[in-house]
């Protein structure tokens, strides 16, 4: 393994990371060399599942801190800026923020008033898969943690643009989601931010596992995949390592497909 962040002082915050995508982009970029932030709300029943992955991430001799707080809160938000600051020191840049917040209701349009998607239902929803892109990446801006050149990475799906059965509030999120990144990339471009979507195909993680029907559509994505087959966290994690490298400068207000071609049909 090419170690290609090694004695950057890199480091990469990742919202939402202790399952899933953000999890397995944390384990990629470890093991080159990233020192990793992994902010998160989990019970305390799930941490020893959790804390078993994270000390598998503390084996690449990275640096690494978790924080299980309310990303979404915002004195939690100024308390992780302070641990953050910290650990950072003078040396510490962010290289990426990644945005991989997985709150979103799941009920249908329609039905009984207490069962279907309620107004409040929305604005919950889009305050936390898609707002808080656009918080996070000011605070941090704010605090003038970025490096010269950091990217913003956000995880959408293909249902920013197709309608999914009870998908509806997460459905709007996604496509608010893209809208901001989309600015980002343009009003924060002079300050040397790169703002970019990864719409990642049909995935077998928890947060698709909570969606009704999630079993039909695992079998029918893998009729409709060039490939016959699902995309994996491990899949997804790579671009989001590649979208982290130098090279990659030039690549700005994208949504990028990684789905093994599964948006052709």
């Given amino acids: 393994m090419v170690r290609r962040f090694e004695n950057t ?27 990793i932030c ?42 992780i800026l302070a641990e953050l600051k910290n650990i950072l020191g003078t040396e510490g840049k962010i290289r990426c923020l990644l945005h991989s917040i997985a709150k979103g209701n799941l009920k249908p349009m329609t039905g009984l008033e207490n069962e279907s998607l309620s107004t409040n239902d929305f604005a919950i929803t889009l305050h936390a898969m898609a707002i808080s892109l656009y918080d996070w990446t000011k605070l ?22 197709k309608p999914i059965n009870n998908y509806g509030a997460v459905s709007a999120a996604k496509a608010a989601l893209e809208a901001i990144s989309r600015n980002i990339a343009l009003e924060f471009a002079p300050f040397g931010l790169r703002s970019n979507c990864i719409q990642a ?58 789905d093994g071609g599964e948006h052709l049909s």
């Avoid at 991430?57 to 924080?67: A, G, M, N, P, R």
């Avoid at 950091?150 to 995880?155: E, G, S």
């Avoid at 995935?203 to 029918?220: C, Y």
């Fill in 201 to 258: 195909g049909v995935t077998d993680t928890r947060s698709l596992q909570m969606i009704p029907g999630s079993e039909e559509i695992k079998e029918h994505t893998k009729k409709r995949n060039p490939f016959k087959k699902l995309t994996t966290p491990e899949d997804v994690a790579n671009v989001v390592s590649l979208l982290c490298q130098d090279e990659a400068s030039w690549i700005n207000g994208c949504v990028i497909p990684v």
């Fill in 9 to 35: 002082n890199y480091w990469t915050v990742i919202l939402g990371g202790s399952s899933g995508l953000g999890l397995a982009s944390a384990k990629k970029l470890a093991s080159e060399g990233m020192n």
């Fill in 38 to 79: 992994i902010i998160h709300r989990n019970s305390r029943s799930e941490m020893e599942t959790i804390n078993q992955e994270f000390s598998l991430i503390k084996t690449q001799e990275v640096q690494f801190l978790s924080l299980n707080k309310d990303a979404l809160n915002i004195q939690h938000q100024q308390d």
């Fill in 140 to 161: 941090v801006f704010n605090e003038r943690l970025f490096t010269e050149d950091a990217r913003i990475l956000a995880f959408t799906s293909e249902g920013s643009t």
